[in-house]
């Protein structure tokens, strides 16, 4: 190729789109000409993020869409969900292809999104929803076809990531009962953004973990509506999320019920042929548990499987960075499939 696709980062500040930066500084066929920040507009990356070295000169811009679209052919939005809705149609009318890391183009309803996204005041209102038939969820494992087709991808949640590739190869199976699948997830502290608050202060986290929304986590209803969409009925997961004091990296522990006699090495043998072709996939030989600090940086997902034979459950363990596979790297991935150039073109 001798032309490089122009693109745009949008949230170019926040940890995701430094990721991106820092994953795309190897890539041979994009030329990062944008990236927007409000906070640090007029400011060099050099100045701002200088471990950025590759686009140390690039300047910062305040989003403007009309100029965005002129410049670029395809974008990362790195927004909060909310405010990615209200600026990706405007691209995706002038013709830029969009991967959106927020939640706003992963459900296939609006009234999904209004119903986990709700706020305080209430249930909220999707601005977009005429897109939402059209953007793909950008699981590769499970939608590569169609995000090949797309101009918008709803890039996956980091949590959601790490569990739907544990879950899939069993759900889709469906020897297993579909009502008590039990997902336990822990996360770095790097899962919340940048932005500062209190409950995520150094002193307010560092030698101590806890679990959060037990029963109200917004991912839950993306893991749902993956998993619902590929058995054909509705499933209903307990997923509880817990933060725990390192900065990147998500743990997940699913525990499943089966309904057909399964040995480990039968587990064994479905999963590494299940994935034998995924590029981003390492399922660990039988005994071996998989670990964050095996994936940081990586866009890998490294996932381990075994059955209890007292208890007769199964476990699935899977292991991401929540910044890469959970997020930027995935969502290169995703570019890599939109633009027909092999997947792992510029992945670690
Ligand atoms: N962190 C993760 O592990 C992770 C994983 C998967 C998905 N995500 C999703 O990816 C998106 C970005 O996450 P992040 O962790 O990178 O967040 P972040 O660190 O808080 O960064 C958000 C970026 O958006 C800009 N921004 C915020 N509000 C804006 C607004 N109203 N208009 C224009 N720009 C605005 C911020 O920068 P300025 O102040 O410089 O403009 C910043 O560059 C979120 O939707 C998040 O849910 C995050």
Aim: glycine content about 6%; some cysteine; proline content about 6%.
């Amino acid at each position: 190729m001798t032309q490089k696709v122009p693109i745009a980062i949008i949230g170019a500040t926040g940890y995701t789109g430094q990721e991106l930066l820092r994953l795309l500084a190897g890539h041979p066929f994009v030329d990062v000409i944008l990236a927007t920040s409000e906070t640090y507009s007029g400011k060099t990356l050099g100045e701002v993020c200088p471990h950025l070295e590759a686009f140390a000169s690039l300047k910062l811009e305040s989003l403007n869409p009309d100029i965005l679209a002129k410049k670029a052919s395809f974008a990362f939005s790195c927004l909060p969900h909310q405010s990615a809705m209200k600026t990706i149609p405007l691209l995706i009318e002038k013709g830029t292809k969009v991967v959106d890391l927020s939640a706003d183009f992963r459900f296939n309803s609006a009234t999904t999104y209004a119903t986990w996204y709700a706020d305080s005041d209430g249930p909220s209102r999707h601005h977009a929803s005429h897109l939402l038939a059209e953007s793909v969820y950008g699981l590769p494992e499970l939608h590569r076809q169609k995000i090949k087709k797309s101009f918008l991808v709803g890039n996956p949640g980091c949590y959601p990531t790490a569990i739907l590739l544990a879950l899939i190869p069993l759900v889709q199976k469906q020897d297993v009962s579909l009502n008590d699948i039990i997902c336990d997830a822990k996360s770095g502290a790097s899962g919340a953004g940048r932005k500062a608050s209190l409950d995520l202060s150094f002193c307010e986290i560092n030698e101590s973990m806890h679990p959060y929304n037990p029963t109200t986590h917004r991912h839950t209803g993306e893991i749902e509506q993956e998993l619902s969409q590929l058995a054909d009925k509705e499933i209903h997961v307990t997923f509880v999320p817990h933060l725990i004091p390192i900065d990147r990296g998500i743990l997940a522990t699913c525990y499943l019920t089966p309904l057909r006699k399964y040995s480990d090495k039968d587990l064994q043998r479905l999963y590494a042929e299940f994935y034998k072709k995924e590029p981003f996939v390492r399922v660990n030989p039988s005994g071996i548990t998989p670990k964050t600090k095996n994936v940081r940086g990586t866009n890998i997902c490294e996932i381990g499987i075994t059955i209890n034979p007292r208890t007769e459950k199964i476990i699935v363990m899977s292991a991401i960075d929540n910044l890469t596979k959970g997020a930027s790297g995935q969502a290169i991935q995703n570019m890599n499939l939109m633009h027909g150039w092999e997947e792992t073109t510029g992945l670690p």
